[in-house]
């Protein structure tokens, strides 16, 4: 959690897996704020295979119009899933940045983030959605 501006509180936002949900909890990303939990609910979400695509849309969609959430740390098995979603999202805040996961091999050409860069510096390579 960090403080911006006249001490409001700023958050990184997670979808994933469980492993890597309760490391990013462990590390101190949850938010504990029972008033934001309320209004907001968590700040993280944990994909299983019992989830559904509709589930996993809502918390994208929930922690990318959350006010206090600047990064939302999404693993790549799961932006495989919800890839259309991230393709088209344009925003600045919160960013949305994908990252591995401990069983699934990370791929360079499926990040959206890496291939917009590569896109504006005239770089080759191009978003793909799904």
């Known amino acids: 959690m960090a403080k911006h501006g006249k001490g409001d509180e700023k958050l990184i936002g997670v979808i994933g897996d469980e492993d890597t949900v309760t490391g ?3 590390a101190g990303v949850g938010d504990n704020n029972a008033k934001k939990k309320a209004d907001f609910g ?3 979400f944990v994909v299983t295979r019992d989830k559904s695509l ?3 849309e809502e918390a994208f969609h929930r ?3 959350r006010p206090d959430i600047v990064i939302v740390l999404v693993t790549q098995a ?3 899933d919800i ?3 991230i393709v088209d ?3 600045t805040i919160p960013a949305v940045l994908e990252i591995p996961s401990k069983d699934i091999p990370y791929d360079a050409n499926n990040d959206t983030v890496l291939c917009k860069v590569n896109t504006a510096l005239g770089c080759a390579g191009e978003v793909r959605k799904k």
Do not use: E, F, I
Request: hydrophobic letters at 40%; a positive charge.
């Open 24 to 26: 990013m909890l462990l």
């Open 42 to 44: 968590p700040n993280y």
């Open 54 to 56: 509709d589930q996993l």
């Open 63 to 65: 922690m990318t119009s």
């Open 78 to 80: 799961v932006a495989n």
């Open 83 to 85: 890839r259309h979603l």
């Open 89 to 91: 999202y344009n925003k």
